[in-house]
């Protein structure tokens, strides 16, 4: 299994950014996926996820700007990150495994990261 997280940039507060994570070796929608970061000095935090079902759900700091979604057809699963905020900056990964949640020890691989900065 292999995963490619891409889309991250520098950013402006309020624009938006779409990223991707690219998957081999597995089918999305047999699988729990998540996205998760890490800010400068802080740990590593999930904030969306997708279980097998197509069930989504959203830490609380980021309802209403994150979307995560996901295309079975091109193996690849998105994270839509709308008006974002300086404490967005983190580096961004993917990860799958066999149930969704906001833990690490939920998921079996991970993409390599994409950063995402956003300046004010």
């Known amino acids: 299994v292999q995963l490619q997280a891409s889309g991250g940039g520098s950013v402006q507060t309020e624009d938006s950014l779409r990223l991707s994570c690219g998957a081999s070796?597995?089918?999305?929608?047999?699988?729990?996926v998540g996205w998760f970061r890490q800010a400068p000095g802080k740990e590593r935090e999930g904030v969306s996820c997708?279980?097998?079902?197509?069930?989504?759900s959203y830490r609380d700091s980021v309802k209403g700007r994150f979307v995560v979604s996901r295309d079975v057809a091109k193996d690849t699963l998105y994270l839509q990150i709308n008006a974002l905020k300086p404490e967005d900056t983190a580096v961004y990964y993917c990860?799958?495994?066999?149930?969704?949640?906001?833990?690490?020890?939920?998921?079996?691989?991970w993409g390599q990261g994409t950063l995402v900065t956003v300046s004010s």
């Open positions: 997708i279980g097998s079902n197509g069930f989504t």
């Open positions: 990860a799958t495994g066999s149930l969704p949640g906001y833990s690490d020890r939920f998921y079996t691989y």
């Open positions: 070796g597995l089918i999305l929608n047999n699988v729990a």
